[in-house]
């Protein structure tokens, strides 16, 4: 009987990495060198190979000159070298063979994205239902990431990346709905699950939802709804489109039908901790108090104002600084909150912009309460290298249109900076 051969695996989805016989190494070039592209292409190629002229447009695009032949044959020489100096056998492992490139050698070599895709078809053209969702689940958990992340500007890894990631979300989305027709909703989660960690903004939280709401789950469900809410509005650093809210509404009118007698239902609605100052809720909340609030000034005939306020540099320009802008931010929140009354209502629009309703105070009144959030502000913040515009528009009529995704408020009353 044969020995056993020997293992040489590649990672490529979600970092690259290299193990031979159980012991991990590194090749001693650049991470992002063509040297290192001629091998992840060849390792991609796996026993089929690759044409010459196939490696050089990956590698160089269209500009198939003397030049970059030239170049390519110093790669190649380099490569050899490089592989030479790793704990892979001795040996030339690279081999051509009428124009098309080989690696390999007396070990075998396993690459997580070529084994995804051969799980993958094998897993499609599986004709029983249950072998079906037994092998898209194989195949969905051989997936762990993006293709070669540090790669995504070449050309021929973003495209692969963009093929691997459609092909992932198919299986998934097919596995599911087999889940969900044979009432397989634990596998089902696990699979969401999976799938949010490595793509958290995308639509898998609506699937996890429909998972724990079908297992009677309510509470988990509406974690997963508000930490969700919270990951898109205040993680995202952007400000957030209709699809992305209508996706939460989605969430939202799900989260409403679950089953539950009044006394529990009370115990939700409850606030958890009282705490003194303004009330903070995520964006989508925000709208939807905001348009109920509106309505019911339309009786009362309070008054009503809506503040934005805009985290800038010293220039005025908006704060960009990734650690800076999330310690001021959260600066910024906790100045809000602690300056307010307790009817006041905020929320975070982006990362470096936050948005109040202030209900029942006079126009004179909103300058003063953007001095006392200013006030508390720089006690903990007193350098000037951050600064907090601010506007404030009365909100006189509601003109809600399907395509507008803000507030429909009148003329901006003032606006400056601190």
């Not at 303004?278 to 809506?306: H, K, N, Q, W």
């Not at 540099?313 to 990734?322: Q, R």
Request: with cysteine.
């Amino acid at each position: 009987m044969d020995e056993k051969r020997p293992v040489f695996s590649v990672r490529m989805f979600g970092h690259l990495s290299f193990c031979y016989d159980d012991k991990t190494f590194m090749i001693k070039c650049n991470m992002a060198s063509k040297v290192m592209q001629l091998f992840l292409l060849l390792l991609l190629a796996g026993e089929e190979g690759v044409p010459k002229g196939q490696l050089l447009t990956a590698l160089y695009g269209n500009d198939e000159t003397q030049d970059t032949k030239n170049a390519f044959r110093i790669l190649i020489f380099r490569l050899r070298k490089l592989l030479g100096e790793t704990v892979i056998p001795a040996g030339d492992r690279i081999w051509v063979e009428k124009g098309i490139y080989r690696f390999g050698g007396p070990f075998t070599t396993i690459v997580d994205a070529v084994e995804f895709d051969q799980m993958a078809d094998r897993a499609l053209i599986t004709q029983n239902e249950e072998e079906r969702m037994v092998r898209l689940k194989e195949a969905c958990r051989r997936f762990t990431g993006g293709f070669l992340p540090f790669l995504v500007d070449e050309e021929w890894v973003m495209e692969e990346n963009v093929r691997y990631k459609d092909l992932y979300f198919g299986l998934v989305q097919e596995c599911c709905r087999l889940m969900q027709k044979n009432r397989r909703y634990e596998d089902m989660l696990e699979l969401c699950s999976d799938a949010v960690k490595i793509y958290p903004f995308e639509e898998w939280q609506l699937l996890k939802i429909d998972c724990l709401l079908a297992m009677n789950r309510y509470k988990e469900a509406l974690k997963v709804y508000e930490d969700a809410t919270t990951m898109f509005f205040e993680g995202a650093g952007t400000s957030p489109s209709e699809k992305m809210l209508s996706r939460f509404r989605a969430m939202s009118s799900q989260i409403q039908y679950a089953m539950g007698d009044l006394g529990d239902i009370k115990n939700s609605l409850k606030e958890k901790d009282i705490d003194k100052g303004a009330y903070y809720c995520s964006y989508p909340s925000f709208i939807d108090s905001y348009r109920i609030i509106t309505r019911m000034v339309e009786r009362s005939g309070r008054s009503i104002f809506l503040m934005l306020c805009t985290l800038t540099d010293s220039k005025g320009e908006p704060l960009d600084k990734e650690e800076l802008l999330a310690e001021q931010s959260a600066n910024l929140s906790d100045a809000i909150c602690k300056s307010l009354r307790r009817g006041d209502i905020y929320t975070r629009y982006s990362l470096n912009q936050f948005l109040i309703l202030l209900i029942g105070i006079k126009q004179e009144d909103c300058e003063i309460t953007f001095d006392r959030i200013m006030d508390v502000f720089r006690e903990d913040n007193p350098t000037q290298k951050v600064k907090v515009r601010h506007y404030v528009s009365t909100i006189v009529e509601i003109k809600i249109e399907k395509t507008d995704r803000s507030f429909g408020f009148s003329k901006d009353l003032w606006k400056k900076d601190r």
